[in-house]
């Protein structure tokens, strides 16, 4: 997944956004027909030109939060869900930091 993501991120570099949306969070993927209930309060939506910083964030800010993220955080420990965090880093396409900037609404 770090591979494919990495040959998107050159061929658009410099002409791409990345923007995660933090929000109805299950512990099942988007795309399964019989996802779980949502388990988090939603967060808000990211957005970098970053994508490992991105994701990231958004597993940082799952830890932080209080409200239902245990559930959540035992499917991404289970499945050692920051591999593929750990892999893009790895390849160089991008940085594990960030600087969180609010914008209030």
């Known amino acids: 997944m770090a591979d494919a993501a990495k040959s998107v991120?050159?061929?658009?570099?410099?002409?791409?956004v990345y923007i995660n949306v933090m929000k109805n969070m299950?512990?099942?993927?988007?795309?399964?027909?019989?996802a779980e209930d949502p388990c988090m309060d939603d967060i808000g939506i990211l957005i970098s030109t970053d994508p490992i910083a991105i994701d990231q964030a958004c597993i940082d800010?799952?830890?932080?939060?209080?409200?239902?993220r245990d559930h959540l955080i035992e499917?991404?420990?289970?499945r050692h869900g920051i591999h593929t965090i750990e892999a893009a880093s790895a390849l160089g396409y991008g940085s594990r930091e960030?600087?969180?900037?609010e914008i209030d609404d």
């Open 9 to 16: 991120h050159e061929y658009f570099k410099g002409n791409i």
């Open 26 to 34: 299950s512990v099942d993927c988007d795309c399964c027909a019989v």
């Open 61 to 68: 800010l799952v830890y932080a939060n209080d409200k239902g």
């Open 75 to 78: 499917r991404i420990e289970s």
């Open 98 to 101: 960030y600087e969180l900037i």
